[in-house]
């Protein structure tokens, strides 16, 4: 193999990361997960899992990764043929997960045309509007279509350069915009019960299912569980610090998932949308605020949506990007190969998953497409991705080597390394296995426990399977 290349400096490590983890996961799915979980207590636990669960697993990914300087599965490997299936399962868990995010990406590129044609005109029916959009069979796939061919243009290409120069412009304009919609939230009467529902812990309205959806949100927003951050470590030259790197990244997340929810919930309060909308609640409470505006509103939802969209972007090509590697490196394949490969098994996965939403298509336990894939990833693979990243760096690697992996041999101070070792050896595989059973438990109630349980036996049969791959 070729002299392996690396980031060109720091900043791009941190936007590529960081690119990855800030999404539809912290725009679309961390306000509606809080709302359908009641809100301050989820938020709450959920923000306790980033920093002692999410912060110590990404480290941990970053190591794993720069120790052997190999994506995913070769990291594993490289190390024992026999931890082959947790890098297997990583990219398993990428397919899935490219199974319901273009259909969303391609929401998001819809909306940018929709505040265009009246969506703003009539306030009153927008949550109808996309109601009829998403169960609509052609519509959203077609857009689905247009999403996932960004994709593959841009990874096609190989190095990612026109998508990061897009996304440094793009994500501070996100950030801007996340922000303006809070001051305006915020501003409108009766907004502060929004705050409260965000910030107020209830721990009535806690059960098992929502301490998983907790640890779920923070893998998947985190983009933690299955590989990706041990890539991007596996580019890192060996001087830079793994632990500041993993702290931006972290912080940077949490900071746009928690403006994301500034910039919704107030709003929300104000104009009486419930709560637990689903996952229609950006598409619906984003689009009422600007339509008070006026035509300055209909600019702001215009760059609102083509920021979301780009953010989405920035974090589906790392997803594409997984499992083309993993044909490229492991099976031999010419990148356009691997990558016509790779998204023709995820076409046929969105579009099970849009049609899903119609209530068109195979149901497996009563569950749709859409939901099999995001329940299978968010509350079991990335989880159980956590669960084996962290038996590997705490149990797999010998404590000198990951404390000098860390700690750039010594060269750089880790006073907590003693803490965060104990954390990935001991009490987040603990942890984590306390909260999904919890959740699985809990999930027969919900109907989710059969589809959990298929999780499980999927798990299994990769780690029988994968000595093979
Ligand atoms: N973290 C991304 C987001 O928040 C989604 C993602 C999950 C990307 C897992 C890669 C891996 O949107």
Known sequence: ?????????????????????????NIWKFPYTAGENGGGAFVLIYLFFVVVIGFSVMLAEFAVGRRKQLA??????????????????????????MGFYPVVGGWSLAYVSKVFTGLLNAPEAIASTFDSFITNPLVPLMWMVAYLILNIVIVVRGISTGIEKAGKVLMPLLFGILIAISIKGL??????????????????????????????????????????MITYGSYLPKQEN??????????????????????????????????????????????????????????????????????????????????????IDEKGFSRPKAVVVSSSIMVVLCVLASLSLGGVGPKVFGTGAFDIFDLLTDKIFLAFGGFFVSIFAGWKLSKSDLQNEVTNNGSIKFGL?????ALVKYIIPLTILWVAFGGIRDGFESGAGPIMIIGLLIIAITAVFSKKL
């Open 1 to 25: 193999m070729a002299k392996r290349e690396n980031w060109g400096s720091k900043l791009g490590f941190i936007m590529a990361a960081a690119g990855s983890a800030v999404g539809l996961g």
């Open 72 to 97: 995913a599965v070769g990291a594993f490997k490289s190390e024992d043929r026999r931890w082959t299936f947790a890098g297997a399962l990583g990219v398993l868990s990428a397919l899935l997960i």
């Open 187 to 228: 501003t409108l009467p009766g907004a502060m019960a929004g705050m409260e529902f965000l910030f107020k812990p209830d721990f009535s309205v806690v059960d098992p299912s929502v301490i998983l959806a907790a640890l779920g949100q923070a893998f998947f927003s985190l983009s933690l569980g299955m590989g990706i």
């Open 242 to 327: 793994l632990v500041s790197n993993a702290a931006i990244v972290t912080v940077m997340d949490t900071a746009v998932a928690l403006l994301a929810g500034i910039a919704m919930f107030p709003a929300m309060f104000a104009f009486g949308i419930a709560p637990a909308q689903g996952p229609g609640l950006v598409f619906v409470v984003v689009p009422t605020i600007f339509a008070e505006m006026g035509g300055v509103g209909t600019i702001f939802a215009a760059l609102f949506f083509i920021a979301l969209s780009v953010a989405a972007l920035t974090s589906s090509v790392s997803l594409l990007e997984v499992v083309v590697a993993y044909f």
């Open 417 to 421: 390394f003693g803490i965060w070792y």
